[in-house]
C-alpha cells in the first residue's frame, strides 16, 4: 500500500499531471486576459506542454515564465497582426453575406481564414522550439506548412474538434488547452526533427530522458 501512493507510483504521477495541466491552464488563461499578451501565453503553453508535461523535465511556473518573457516580443508582434487578418477576412466573410452576396469570394475568404488558422498553429509553437529572426520564423511557418500539409491539416482538426468539444462543454477551457498542445506537439516535434542535426537530436533526446526512470 505504501509503494502505491509513493510518490514515484503510477497514481502519483497521474495526479501530478493532473494537477500540472490544471495549473498550466490557468496561467494560459491569467496571462491572456490581457488579449494583447494571448501570443506570448499560447507560445508559454506550448513550450511547458512540451517540455514539463510531456517530458518530465522542471516546473510548471518556472518554464512558462520563461517562455513567456523571453518570447514576449515576437509572440507579441505576430499575435497583432494575426488580429489584424483575421479582423480584415472575418469583415470580407460578412460583406460577401450580408452586403453584396457572392458564394466565390466568401470561399475564397473561408479558405484565407483556415490557412490563416493553420499558420497560427504552428507559428508560436515554432517561437518557443527555436531561435530566429520574426521574419524567418513566419516564412519557415508557412513554408513548412505547405510542405508538411497532411500535418498542418491534422492540426486544424484537432483545433477543429477542441474548440467544440470547449463549445459543448465550456469547463474543459480548464485542461483542453494543454491537451491539444500535447498531442499537437506528437505532430510539430516529428516534423521539426527533419530539419535538426543528429547532434541536436542526440542532444535533445539526452535532455528528454524521463526523470522516474
Not at 99 to 115: E, H, T
Request: glycine share 2%; net charge positive.
Amino acid at each position: 500500500m505504501g509503494k502505491l501512493f509513493s510518490y514515484d507510483s503510477g497514481i502519483i504521477r497521474t495526479l501530478n499531471k493532473i494537477v500540472d495541466c490544471v495549473f498550466l491552464n490557468f496561467l494560459w488563461i491569467l496571462f491572456s486576459i490581457p488579449i494583447v499578451t494571448a501570443g506570448a501565453a499560447t507560445t508559454a503553453l506550448y513550450y511547458t506542454a512540451n517540455k514539463v508535461i510531456r517530458h518530465d523535465r522542471s516546473h510548471v511556473w518556472r518554464e512558462f515564465w520563461h517562455a513567456f518573457k523571453t518570447n514576449f516580443k515576437q509572440s507579441t508582434i505576430v499575435w497583432l497582426l494575426m488580429m489584424v487578418a483575421y479582423w480584415l477576412l472575418i469583415s470580407n466573410c460578412l460583406f460577401f453575406v450580408k452586403m453584396v452576396p457572392n458564394k466565390a469570394m466568401l470561399i475564397f475568404n473561408i479558405i484565407s481564414i483556415c490557412l490563416v488558422v493553420i499558420w497560427m498553429l504552428q507559428v508560436f509553437p515554432h517561437i518557443a522550439r527555436f531561435e530566429n529572426k520574426l521574419k524567418a520564423i513566419m516564412k519557415n511557418c508557412a513554408l513548412m506548412g505547405i510542405r508538411h500539409i497532411l500535418r498542418s491539416l491534422l492540426l486544424l482538426l484537432l483545433f477543429a474538434v477542441a474548440i467544440v468539444l470547449l463549445f459543448m462543454w465550456p469547463i474543459l477551457i480548464f485542461v483542453l488547452p494543454t491537451l491539444y498542445m500535447v498531442i499537437a506537439s506528437f505532430v510539430l516535434e516529428s516534423m521539426y526533427e527533419k530539419y535538426m542535426s543528429e547532434e541536436d537530436l542526440e542532444s535533445e533526446e539526452e535532455r528528454n530522458r524521463v526523470f522516474y526512470n
